[in-house]
């Protein structure tokens, strides 16, 4: 993912180390916790428990959005709370074994602790005791551990498909958006796939007027929402900003030409 003037803010390059302070966790479990279910929540994790905030996470931001909406079990089954204000969240890793004998997916725990302030994820809601939710926070950095050998700087984006498959543990798919119809797209999101679409980072003319036309940003994740027809019979897809603001609604056609590539991969 490249950098253009649309997406400055969401690739500010943060460093994040791999050392655990234990007593600044200790301090920060007072509050801070995992889940919360706030107000409009369907479950305690709730794709409108993301928002992203100042690294270039949007992949993995978007991912976690797509996996919530779909099958909040597999985020909640990934973080483990150690009680002292550090987490260990699991991934998954291929391992192809010996000459293609033994290969699979492999577990890879990483521990990480708070505060997770700065300019990491944004607390999704506020418990009634006063702790703020932090478990895309929590898998923000801990990506960045796994993904990078001790810290990942998130200056030079990812591709959805490698967080899907480190999450998920199977292979992601990845296409064009011109290779499924609105309908096929639409079953992908039916059977429960996390489905997550990004734009490129330069743009010919004509996607360019498209994407100040929708206020979409270059070299960003959104995930895809939903896809519906209008009241004038047009199809149109709805597509889910981690920012938290900027979502997109625009017709299939039109998404088909500015968007990238699409990767989504079974929940279940």
């Known amino acids: 993912m490249e950098l253009n003037s649309a997406n400055l803010y969401a690739f500010r390059p943060i460093n994040l180390p ?11 479990n007072k509050t801070e916790t995992p889940f919360v279910q706030g107000d409009g929540d369907a479950n305690p994790i709730d794709a409108n428990d993301v928002n992203q905030d100042g690294y270039g996470s949007c992949a993995v931001m978007s991912t976690i959005k797509a996996i919530a909406a779909q099958n909040p079990d597999v985020i909640k089954n990934m973080i483990r709370d150690n009680g002292d204000g550090t987490y260990t969240v699991t991934f998954k890793e291929y391992d192809s074994g010996f000459l293609g004998f033994g290969s ?86 039916e059977n429960g796939e996390a489905v997550v679409a990004w734009t490129a980072g330069d743009w010919n003319d004509e996607q360019t007027k498209l994407a100040q036309q929708y206020g979409v940003a270059g070299g960003h994740a959104y995930r895809v929402e939903d896809i519906y027809v209008d009241g004038d019979g047009n199809t149109r897809i709805k597509l889910d900003n981690p920012w938290g603001h900027g979502d997109v609604d625009m017709p299939y056609s039109d998404y088909q030409k500015l968007y990238h590539e699409v990767n989504s991969t079974p929940t279940r």
């Open 104 to 189: 699979g997916w492999d577990k890879k725990e990483v521990t990480v602790s708070g505060p997770f302030d700065g300019s990491a994820a944004d607390v999704g809601d506020m418990g009634k005791d006063g702790q703020g939710e932090v478990w895309p926070a929590i898998i923000e950095k801990a990506y960045g551990q796994f993904a990078g050998d001790g810290y990942k700087t998130y200056d030079d984006g990812e591709s959805p498909a490698k967080v899907q498959e480190a999450i998920l543990g199977r292979d992601a798919s990845t296409e064009s958006p011109s290779e499924y119809s609105s309908g096929d797209l639409n079953e992908k999101l």
């Open 18 to 28: 791999a050392e655990i302070d234990h007593e600044k966790a200790a301090e920060a």
